[in-house]
């Protein structure tokens, strides 16, 4: 039997010391990581339980921005008032993924870490570079049909499934984490790596880090938000494609604008290059459209996921154009 | 002696809505299942999936593995005890260094616990002589075959008149092929089983549909007489045709507790339900049809091609249900297979039916618009009065009845035909219908009926009850014949200790069952009135069998009718889809229990959704099997892609069928449904979907 030890230390300086060893897995709410240990592909000596450390709080501060504990729990994000008046695309964008019961174990921190849903990367019978680096990517001819039209490289071409992090890549969210050699905050823009040629790598995460909470920024003055996400079944699935998007408008024009798109690449891609077209212009679909498709020139299709491109240009139309006329939107139509 | 009544009541208890008998069990967890036996010193197998696809096992490294603590043996073909077949099938478990398709079970660990035998087996290491292999179902394959005949026993081929020539002259034609993937059944509870020894006499806690057959075929496999194997199977969580045979697992399970003289436990993961327990094959079908100006059918051709496996045969009877569904004189049906390194494909509800009705009901669809003709009109000038085969007249034939009630209660006649003339907001909204048949059959049974002193009843035969409520229903059905309160009946099933009784498969169940404890409880009756109600202290019981009863009655094409039609609504934008309604009427004779009844069939509708909508297992070319192998990654519908699902049925008695009057539920569900909701798709977008499933991608193209 393959046995591994389970540790639920206290207090935080205690959990970033055992987050030190190379052993070690630190564990939220085990919804992804156990079911990898259980087909193979996580397959840690020890556990280090992180939901005892006392970071479960929100917290709402001065400068009007939210700091959320790592282990709180996806439920009580989405459900947290001040998230709801005040990020409405964060707690949609969480509401959208997995089903109640998971979201009622799974934690912030392991939301944002949480692996690829790519099928040979759940087979330990066949090769995958993310999962045994030089083994080949079986997905490139293979079964790509989720997987990434942005970002990927010949070495790996998955995404990255949450919902949440999409949000928070479009609020410009910071991830506040401490190992033994001290705290550190890094911008979700730097948190997340492109595959390239190491796909197994895929944070900047210091060595033995311990992610303690997220810092969300005061939201933008006047501007509106929202979380679309496109799946296979009404509830319950994960995103062909998902757009998170940020607007406010003055006097018919762009004055802000913050847009990222999930289930396309192997992070939660920020569109730049869209925004840089839309700031300033007339906020109406023809810019809109002129925006994604400047951003969506880099796409690389494969043969299976070339909808994506379709579908992913016609949900940051919609989504910014609800965005400028009619208010909210909704996540997923049922 | 005691005095025993069974005249004292009027009201049937068939037709009666009355609730699952071992629910109350079920809700309290004490119903016990197959896995759930407590036995002592009980050992864990854990089976061994081949990597390959196809070719030989070299070695393994059991020698290191049985080193391990808690391993108590390593099985392979090297040591595996022999069995009465080594033909490579797919019960010839461990008999053959062969290996046929990637994931069989080529080696067994069996271990003090279930974490040990799981963690040996994922260390034992295997070498394999590879070779190519071929697991991609193509129309063009220069390989393909005819089979012989198709499941269970039909013709390979039909004909007759000039198909060709009629389509030529036809006034209207239609001319497409439509795909359906394969699919894999995944009851809640997977197949699991415990095997133990006594000497020469072996018991199995065993999950199946069907524990005679079970018994008959480990029998044969270990040289036992048949009166030497005990299967078990009092409650099992669901089969959906994948436990209507034996699988290797319960083969593998007698075999090793043989061999660590235990007794051994063994239960199918999840993955495993995607590898060795059967699917349902992959289909290409050509379907053509002609018609005259007036939208009458003269010519009707259903193609298929399927695949089996190079070990066994199975020919799903796709185009089957063609044979009889519409008239039109000039007809032909075929079936063609190629031999894949892949797992034998084999029963999943309604085959035959399920994906040959999708692909006629689609091109049924297609000639509707092709003449201008309403799709429920079309069909019903093409309702053939009699068996369009033979000429033989259908016990009965309720499809008009079911089409027009149907509409009348879905609304029909509030249709725009036109595609894309129904929006609500970003949404198109279009309805379809389809039809839905399956045929009523009844296989021979045994039944014996007790009367106790105390004035209560046992009825018991080898019956299964999956989870549709048979148990109930049986009970029903005993009790109208004995004329006493389904409370005073105890019904007894699931046990090879009872009479033999054939599997529940083929909406049989009910039909053959229920006629063995309909003549058994008449019986039984019978001799209480002979014996002025007297009953001895042991009881007094009568058995027996309707194999004469059932062989000399005439042969008529008995068929179950339905119709279904659904609402969906299409994002055009996004392409995303959702049913927003499915109702069903069926013509299925004599309802047993409408509790029960409704449950099969708004469950056979809902599976109905998944199959247009979701389902679909992923051919890896690379590997050779499939990738989505979990729940997860192999999506069925959620509550939320049901919102709402009705189930009617028009009032049909069929006495012709069996004594009840009843003909089964279990399938007709799932016939027509995609087709339905392919229909209404197109009538929503203007797009015709031909291969399953309807996903956004080939909305938004
Ligand atoms: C069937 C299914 C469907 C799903 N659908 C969706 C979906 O639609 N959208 C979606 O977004 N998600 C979906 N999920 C994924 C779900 O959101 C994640 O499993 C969950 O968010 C992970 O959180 P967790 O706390 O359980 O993480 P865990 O499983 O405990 O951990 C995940 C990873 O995070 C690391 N980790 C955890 N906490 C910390 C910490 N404090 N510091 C450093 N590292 C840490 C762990 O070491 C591990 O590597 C689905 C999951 C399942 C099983
Ligand atoms: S896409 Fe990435 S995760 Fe998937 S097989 Fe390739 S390397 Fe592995």
Redesign the interface.
């Known amino acids: 039997m393959r046995r591994f030890e389970y540790l639920r230390p206290l207090d935080r300086a205690r959990a970033v010391d055992l987050a030190a060893n190379p052993e070690v897995k630190l564990l939220g709410g085990g919804t992804n990581l156990i079911d990898l240990m259980k087909i193979g592909v996580e397959t840690p000596e020890i556990l280090v339980d992180t939901t005892r450390l006392g970071l479960d709080e929100i917290e709402s501060r001065v400068d009007g921005s939210l700091r959320i504990g790592a282990s709180v729990r996806n439920t009580d994000v989405a459900s947290d008032r001040r998230v709801r008046a005040r990020f409405p695309v964060l707690s949609a964008a969480v509401l959208a993924g997995a089903s109640g019961q998971l979201r009622n174990m799974a934690t912030v921190g392991g939301n944002l870490l949480q692996r690829t849903r790519c099928a040979y990367f759940q087979d330990v019978t066949k090769a995958c570079n993310k999962r045994k680096p030089g083994s080949g990517c079986p997905a490139q001819t293979g079964a790509n049909r989720e997987l990434a039209i942005l970002g990927g490289s010949e070495h790996c071409i998955a995404t990255h499934p949450s919902d949440m992090a999409v949000a928070l890549r479009a609020l410009d969210a910071s991830v506040l984490v401490e190992t033994e050699k001290g705290a550190q905050t890094i911008p979700l823009a730097d948190f997340y790596r492109l595959p390239g040629d190491r796909p197994d790598i895929e944070t900047n995460l210091p060595y033995g880090a311990l992610i303690v909470a997220i810092d969300v920024p005061a939201p933008v003055d006047g501007a509106r938000s929202s979380y679309m996400k496109v799946r296979d079944r009404a509830s319950f699935g994960f995103a062909l494609a998902s757009v998170a998007g940020v607007l406010r408008v003055a006097d018919g024009r762009v004055a802000h604008v913050a847009l990222a798109l999930g289930g396309v690449a192997p992070l939660p891609w920020r569109a730049r290059i869209a925004e840089a077209h839309l700031m300033g212009a007339p906020a109406d679909p023809d810019h809109f459209h002129a925006a994604i498709d400047a951003e969506l020139q880099a796409a690389q299709p494969r043969p299976e996921n070339a909808f994506k491109v379709t579908l992913a240009r016609r949900m940051v139309v919609r989504v910014l154009t609800e965005l400028v006329g009619r208010g909210e939107v909704g996540v997923a139509p049922s | 002696m005691t005095r025993t009544t069974t005249t004292t009541r009027t009201t049937p208890a068939i037709g009666a809505a009355m609730t699952r008998i071992e629910g109350p069990d079920k809700v309290r967890g004490s119903a016990t299942y197959a896995y759930e036996y407590p036995l002592d010193a009980v050992a864990y197998c854990c089976a061994v999936g081949s990597?390959i696809a196809h070719g030989r096992v070299r070695s393994t490294s059991a020698d290191a593995i049985r080193q391990i603590p808690?391993v108590l043996e390593v099985l392979s073909h090297a040591n595996a005890p022999r069995l009465a077949i080594s033909d490579g099938s797919e019960l010839a478990v461990l008999q053959s260094d062969r290996v046929a398709y990637r994931r069989q079970i080529v080696a067994a660990v069996v271990a003090e616990?279930f974490?040990?035998a799981t963690?040996a087996a994922?260390a034992l290491e295997i070498e394999y002589d590879v070779e190519p292999f071929a697991v991609e179902l193509k129309s063009d394959d220069p390989d393909l075959y005819r089979p012989d005949k198709v499941n269970p026993g039909f013709p390979t081929d039909t004909e007759a008149g000039d198909v060709d020539g009629a389509l030529r002259s036809a006034a209207h034609v239609v001319d497409h092929t439509y795909r359906t993937p394969a699919y894999h059944n995944n009851p809640m509870e997977p197949h699991a089983s415990i095997a133990v020894w006594e000497g020469d006499d072996l018991t199995v806690f065993d999950s199946n549909q069907g524990a005679s057959p079970v018994r008959a075929r480990l029998a044969e496999l270990f040289g036992l007489p048949t009166g030497s194997v005990r299967v078990v199977s009092e409650h099992v969580g669901g089969g959906f045709g994948a436990k209507g045979l034996p699988r290797p697992v319960v083969v593998l399970a007698a075999m090793a507790a043989r061999v660590v003289d235990r007794p051994v436990k063994i239960a199918v993961t999840r993955?495993q339900m995607f590898a060795f327990v059967g699917y349902r094959t992959p289909t290409i079908q050509r379907v053509q049809l002609g018609a005259d100006a007036g939208g009458r059918i003269t010519a009707i051709a259903h193609d298929v091609i399927e695949q089996t496996s190079t070990i066994e045969e199975f020919a799903e009877q796709t185009a089957v249900a063609t044979r009889m569904m519409y008239a039109g004189a000039s007809r032909r049906t075929t079936h063609r297979l190629r031999r894949l390194d892949v797992p034998t494909p084999g029963w999943m509800r309604a085959p035959g039916e399920c994906p040959g009705m999708f692909a006629l009901e689609s091109a049924v669809d297609e000639l509707a618009i092709a003449t201008r003709l309403d799709p429920i009109e079309l069909r019903l000038r093409n309702d053939p009065p009699t068996d369009p085969e033979t000429g033989a007249p259908f016990t009965s034939r309720n499809l008009e009845a079911c089409l027009r009630e149907g509409a009348r209660l879905f609304g029909w006649s509030q249709r725009h035909a036109e595609p894309r003339a129904r929006r609500d907001g970003r949404?198109l909204v279009g309805t379809g219908v389809a039809a839905s048949t399956y045929p009523a059959r009844a296989r021979a049974s045994k039944a014996t009926a007790w009367a106790r002193p105390d004035g209560s009843f046992d009825v018991e035969l080898c019956a299964a009850d999956i989870g549709t409520g048979a148990r109930t229903a049986l009970t029903q059905i005993a009790a109208d014949a004995l004329g006493a309160e389904p409370r005073r009946v105890r019904l007894g099933l699931g046990d090879t200790n009872f009479s033999e009784a054939p599997l529940a498969g083929g909406s049989m169940g009910t039909s053959s069952w229920g006629w063995a404890v309909t003549r058994a409880c008449e019986g039984l009756r019978a001799r209480l009135a002979a014996a002025n109600g007297s009953v001895p202290v042991a009881g007094l019981a009568v058995e027996v069998d309707t194999k004469d009863e059932i062989e000399r009655r005439a042969q008529r094409p008995a068929h179950a009718f339905g119709a279904q039609f659904a609402e969906v609504r299409v994002?055009e934008?996004?392409?995303?889809i959702?049913v927003a309604r499915l109702l069903g009427v069926f013509a299925a004779g004599r309802i047993v229990n409408p509790m029960t009844a409704r449950s099969q069939l708004i469950g056979g509708m809902t599976m109905g959704i998944s199959m247009a909508?979701?389902e679909a297992s992923?051919l890896?070319?690379?590997?050779g099997d499939y990738?989505?192998?979990?729940l997860?990654?192999y999506?069925i519908?959620?509550?939320?892609?049901v919102?709402m699902v009705e189930a009617h049925w028009i009032d049909e008695r069929d006495d012709f069928v069996n004594p009840m009057g009843a003909k089964g539920v279990g399938e007709i569900g799932i016939v027509g449904t995609a087709a339905a909701i392919a229909n209404a798709t197109y009538n929503a977008t203007g797009v015709r979907v031909r291969d399953l499933p309807i996903?956004?991608?080939k909305l938004?193209?």
């Open positions: 990597t808690g616990s974490e040990i963690e994922g993955e949404w994002d934008d996004t392409g995303e959702r909508l979701l992923l890896d070319r690379e590997y990738l989505n192998h979990d997860a990654q999506e519908a959620t509550c939320a892609d919102p996903r956004l991608e938004i193209g």
